[in-house]
Protein backbone atom coordinates (compact mmCIF):
# COMPACT_ATOMS: atom_id res chain seq x y z
CA UNK A 1 0.00 0.00 0.00
CA UNK A 2 1.25 3.30 -0.80
CA UNK A 3 -0.41 4.98 1.93
CA UNK A 4 1.12 6.63 4.56
CA UNK A 5 1.92 5.83 8.13
CA UNK A 6 1.73 8.15 11.13
CA UNK A 7 2.18 7.58 14.44
CA UNK A 8 0.81 8.37 17.14
CA UNK A 9 -2.99 7.30 16.35
CA UNK A 10 -3.95 9.17 19.21
CA UNK A 11 -1.91 11.92 21.54
CA UNK A 12 -3.70 13.66 24.48
CA UNK A 13 -1.66 16.31 26.35
CA UNK A 14 -2.19 19.30 28.36
CA UNK A 15 -2.36 22.65 27.39
CA UNK A 16 1.10 24.49 26.90
CA UNK A 17 3.09 21.33 26.03
CA UNK A 18 4.67 20.33 23.07
CA UNK A 19 2.75 17.54 20.61
CA UNK A 20 4.88 16.02 17.89
CA UNK A 21 3.30 14.09 15.35
CA UNK A 22 5.91 11.45 13.18
CA UNK A 23 4.64 10.49 9.25
CA UNK A 24 6.27 7.54 6.86
CA UNK A 25 5.99 6.67 3.31
CA UNK A 26 7.17 4.39 1.30
CA UNK A 27 8.56 6.10 -2.02
CA UNK A 28 10.29 9.13 -3.51
CA UNK A 29 7.92 11.80 -3.19
CA UNK A 30 8.36 15.61 -4.50
CA UNK A 31 6.49 17.19 -1.31
CA UNK A 32 5.12 16.68 1.66
CA UNK A 33 2.33 18.40 3.65
CA UNK A 34 0.53 18.58 6.74
CA UNK A 35 -3.63 19.45 7.18
CA UNK A 36 -5.91 19.67 10.12
CA UNK A 37 -9.33 18.24 10.39
CA UNK A 38 -11.54 19.52 13.27
CA UNK A 39 -14.45 17.38 13.97
CA UNK A 40 -16.84 17.55 10.89
CA UNK A 41 -15.19 19.56 8.98
CA UNK A 42 -12.77 19.44 5.87
CA UNK A 43 -8.91 19.74 5.65
CA UNK A 44 -6.98 22.66 6.71
CA UNK A 45 -3.89 22.67 5.19
CA UNK A 46 -0.90 24.13 7.28
CA UNK A 47 2.68 23.39 6.07
CA UNK A 48 4.19 22.06 2.59
CA UNK A 49 8.01 21.19 2.81
CA UNK A 50 8.94 19.73 -0.75
CA UNK A 51 11.81 17.23 -0.86
CA UNK A 52 15.04 19.66 -1.44
CA UNK A 53 13.47 21.21 2.50
CA UNK A 54 14.45 19.86 5.46
CA UNK A 55 12.90 22.16 7.53
CA UNK A 56 10.36 24.81 7.98
CA UNK A 57 8.10 26.76 10.54
CA UNK A 58 5.04 28.54 10.60
CA UNK A 59 4.32 30.27 13.91
CA UNK A 60 3.91 27.29 16.83
CA UNK A 61 4.42 24.54 14.16
CA UNK A 62 7.72 22.69 13.10
CA UNK A 63 7.74 20.31 10.58
CA UNK A 64 11.03 18.58 9.59
CA UNK A 65 11.47 15.89 6.61
CA UNK A 66 14.05 13.15 6.24
CA UNK A 67 14.04 11.92 2.75
CA UNK A 68 16.57 9.01 3.36
CA UNK A 69 14.34 7.86 5.97
CA UNK A 70 11.51 8.59 4.64
CA UNK A 71 9.99 10.35 7.34
CA UNK A 72 8.63 13.12 8.38
CA UNK A 73 7.18 14.93 11.39
CA UNK A 74 5.44 17.79 12.99
CA UNK A 75 5.88 19.32 15.83
CA UNK A 76 3.16 21.95 17.70
CA UNK A 77 4.75 23.79 20.49
CA UNK A 78 2.67 25.51 23.59
CA UNK A 79 -0.42 23.27 22.83
CA UNK A 80 -4.40 24.95 23.06
CA UNK A 81 -6.90 23.39 23.62
CA UNK A 82 -8.23 24.91 20.20
CA UNK A 83 -5.27 22.64 18.36
CA UNK A 84 -7.71 19.34 19.44
CA UNK A 85 -7.84 17.70 16.14
CA UNK A 86 -6.95 15.49 13.79
CA UNK A 87 -3.77 15.98 11.55
CA UNK A 88 -2.50 14.17 8.47
CA UNK A 89 0.14 14.38 6.39
CA UNK A 90 0.21 13.63 2.78
CA UNK A 91 2.42 13.40 0.42
CA UNK A 92 2.83 14.12 -3.69
CA UNK A 93 4.81 11.89 -5.81
CA UNK A 94 4.35 13.87 -9.09
CA UNK A 95 3.42 17.20 -9.63
CA UNK A 96 1.57 17.02 -12.48
CA UNK A 97 -1.11 15.51 -11.06
CA UNK A 98 -0.96 16.91 -7.46
CA UNK A 99 -2.64 13.74 -6.47
CA UNK A 100 -1.88 13.13 -2.44
CA UNK A 101 -1.43 10.02 -0.76
CA UNK A 102 -2.72 10.51 2.86
CA UNK A 103 -1.86 8.76 6.23
CA UNK A 104 -4.03 7.39 8.46
CA UNK A 105 -4.05 10.73 10.90
CA UNK A 106 -2.80 11.21 14.50
CA UNK A 107 -6.14 12.47 16.49
CA UNK A 108 -4.83 15.28 18.97
CA UNK A 109 -6.74 15.73 22.32
CA UNK A 110 -5.26 18.82 24.00
CA UNK A 111 -6.55 18.97 27.65
CA UNK A 112 -6.89 22.65 29.54
CA UNK B 1 -15.99 34.26 0.66
CA UNK B 2 -15.91 30.29 0.93
CA UNK B 3 -13.01 29.41 -1.24
CA UNK B 4 -14.37 25.63 -2.26
CA UNK B 5 -17.96 25.17 -1.74
CA UNK B 6 -19.68 21.97 -2.12
CA UNK B 7 -23.23 20.58 -1.68
CA UNK B 8 -24.98 19.08 -0.15
CA UNK B 9 -23.52 19.23 3.00
CA UNK B 10 -25.25 15.83 4.05
CA UNK B 11 -27.23 13.58 2.01
CA UNK B 12 -29.32 10.62 3.44
CA UNK B 13 -30.32 8.17 0.63
CA UNK B 14 -31.77 4.34 0.05
CA UNK B 15 -30.08 1.83 -2.41
CA UNK B 16 -30.57 2.11 -5.49
CA UNK B 17 -30.46 5.59 -5.70
CA UNK B 18 -28.92 8.30 -7.83
CA UNK B 19 -26.96 11.80 -6.78
CA UNK B 20 -25.20 13.91 -7.22
CA UNK B 21 -22.62 16.09 -5.20
CA UNK B 22 -21.76 19.59 -6.50
CA UNK B 23 -18.49 21.17 -6.16
CA UNK B 24 -17.26 24.68 -6.74
CA UNK B 25 -14.13 26.81 -6.35
CA UNK B 26 -13.34 30.50 -6.27
CA UNK B 27 -9.73 30.35 -6.29
CA UNK B 28 -9.00 30.41 -10.16
CA UNK B 29 -7.37 27.08 -9.75
CA UNK B 30 -6.75 24.71 -12.44
CA UNK B 31 -6.63 21.34 -10.72
CA UNK B 32 -9.72 20.06 -8.79
CA UNK B 33 -10.46 16.35 -7.00
CA UNK B 34 -13.08 14.49 -5.60
CA UNK B 35 -11.74 12.24 -2.53
CA UNK B 36 -13.06 10.06 -0.07
CA UNK B 37 -12.99 9.18 3.17
CA UNK B 38 -14.09 5.98 5.35
CA UNK B 39 -15.86 5.32 8.46
CA UNK B 40 -11.71 5.22 10.17
CA UNK B 41 -11.01 8.33 8.67
CA UNK B 42 -8.93 7.60 5.86
CA UNK B 43 -9.06 9.81 2.56
CA UNK B 44 -7.83 8.54 -0.82
CA UNK B 45 -8.34 10.00 -3.88
CA UNK B 46 -11.13 9.11 -6.16
CA UNK B 47 -10.79 12.09 -9.51
CA UNK B 48 -8.96 14.52 -10.59
CA UNK B 49 -9.16 17.19 -13.52
CA UNK B 50 -7.27 19.41 -14.86
CA UNK B 51 -8.25 22.33 -16.27
CA UNK B 52 -11.43 20.37 -17.29
CA UNK B 53 -9.93 17.24 -18.34
CA UNK B 54 -9.43 13.96 -16.41
CA UNK B 55 -6.26 12.94 -15.26
CA UNK B 56 -6.76 10.55 -12.65
CA UNK B 57 -9.13 7.94 -12.18
CA UNK B 58 -8.46 6.05 -9.19
CA UNK B 59 -9.89 2.37 -9.68
CA UNK B 60 -13.26 3.86 -8.27
CA UNK B 61 -16.64 1.85 -9.59
CA UNK B 62 -17.93 3.23 -12.88
CA UNK B 63 -21.35 4.15 -11.12
CA UNK B 64 -19.07 7.18 -9.95
CA UNK B 65 -18.69 9.71 -13.02
CA UNK B 66 -17.43 13.22 -12.12
CA UNK B 67 -18.58 15.74 -14.50
CA UNK B 68 -16.80 19.46 -14.98
CA UNK B 69 -18.40 21.82 -17.12
CA UNK B 70 -15.72 24.21 -16.67
CA UNK B 71 -12.30 24.48 -14.70
CA UNK B 72 -14.17 26.24 -11.58
CA UNK B 73 -16.59 23.34 -11.08
CA UNK B 74 -16.58 19.53 -10.44
CA UNK B 75 -19.27 17.57 -9.88
CA UNK B 76 -20.03 13.72 -8.49
CA UNK B 77 -22.79 12.22 -9.70
CA UNK B 78 -23.50 8.51 -8.16
CA UNK B 79 -25.62 5.70 -9.35
CA UNK B 80 -27.15 2.99 -8.11
CA UNK B 81 -25.80 3.42 -4.71
CA UNK B 82 -24.66 0.79 -2.48
CA UNK B 83 -24.08 0.83 1.24
CA UNK B 84 -20.63 0.41 1.38
CA UNK B 85 -20.89 4.41 -0.76
CA UNK B 86 -21.42 5.46 2.50
CA UNK B 87 -18.36 7.71 3.55
CA UNK B 88 -17.63 11.60 3.80
CA UNK B 89 -16.74 12.91 0.28
CA UNK B 90 -14.52 15.98 -0.19
CA UNK B 91 -14.17 17.88 -2.94
CA UNK B 92 -10.41 20.26 -3.18
CA UNK B 93 -8.46 21.97 -5.56
CA UNK B 94 -5.18 23.07 -5.80
CA UNK B 95 -3.37 25.90 -8.46
CA UNK B 96 -1.03 22.76 -9.80
CA UNK B 97 0.08 19.52 -9.13
CA UNK B 98 2.97 20.76 -6.60
CA UNK B 99 0.94 23.14 -4.30
CA UNK B 100 -1.20 22.54 -1.59
CA UNK B 101 -5.01 22.06 -1.63
CA UNK B 102 -7.87 23.29 -0.16
CA UNK B 103 -10.62 21.22 0.87
CA UNK B 104 -14.00 21.88 0.74
CA UNK B 105 -16.54 21.20 4.22
CA UNK B 106 -17.41 17.68 2.86
CA UNK B 107 -20.38 15.90 1.92
CA UNK B 108 -21.58 13.03 4.42
CA UNK B 109 -23.13 10.57 2.53
CA UNK B 110 -25.08 7.97 4.04
CA UNK B 111 -26.65 5.21 2.46
CA UNK B 112 -29.58 3.60 3.91
Known amino acids: SQQGEEDPQALSIQEGENATMNCSYK?????LQWYRQNSGRGLVHLIL?????REKHSGRLRVTLDTSKKSSSLLITASRAADTASYFC????????????FGQGTTLQVKP | DTAVSQTPKYLVTQMGNDKSIKCEQN?????MYWYKQDSKKFLKIMFS???????INETVPNRFSPKSPDKAHLNLHINSLELGDSAVYFC???????????FGQGTRLTVV
Open chain 2, 92 to 102: ASSQDGSTEAF
Open chain 1, 27 to 31: TSINN
Open chain 1, 49 to 53: IRSNE
Open chain 1, 90 to 101: AYGRSSNTGKLI
Open chain 2, 27 to 31: LGHDT
Open chain 2, 49 to 55: YNNKELI
